[in-house]
Nanobody
Framework: QVQLVESGGGSVQAGGSLRLSCVVSGVTANMAWFRQAPGKEREGVAFIFNRGTGTYCGESLKGRFTISRDSAGKSVYLQMNSLKPEDTAIYYC?????????????????WGQGTQVTVSS
């Protein structure tokens, strides 16, 4: 059984930082972070292969967010710096890509339950 469990969300002021973690069990695979703001569709943040560096789904995220994973492939992290109010969303971890449209939800088979990130101005 595959399980993904996110943690690390919370409330911060603009300019602050948070580090999200996702522990995956039952599979070793490519992994990704998505986010969903109120009233909006879920959007890709970044993804990372078993062996390789992260790729970001938006130029506005690159430089502020960093995706990484541990050597065992069981955890993926999202370091978020210089947070802005527009980063407020539920952040989801995803695993096991079924297509190469990595920035889209349809590319991923397994999902975590999400963790709330709230950035106040």
């Amino acid at each position: 059984q595959v399980q993904l469990v996110e943690s690390g969300g919370g409330s911060v002021q603009a300019g602050g930082s948070l580090r999200l973690s996702c522990v995956v069990s039952g599979v070793t695979a490519n992994m990704a972070w998505f986010r969903q703001a109120p009233g909006k569709e879920r959007e890709g943040v970044a993804f990372i292969f078993n062996r390789g560096t992260g790729t970001y789904c938006g130029e506005s995220l690159k430089g502020r967010f960093t995706i990484s994973r541990d050597s065992a492939g069981k955890s993926v992290y999202l370091q978020m710096n210089s947070l802005k109010p527009e980063d407020t969303a539920i952040y989801y971890c995803a695993a096991f890509s079924v297509s190469d449209n990595y920035c889209y939800t349809s590319a991923w088979r397994y999902w975590g339950q999400g963790t709330q990130v709230t950035v106040s101005s």
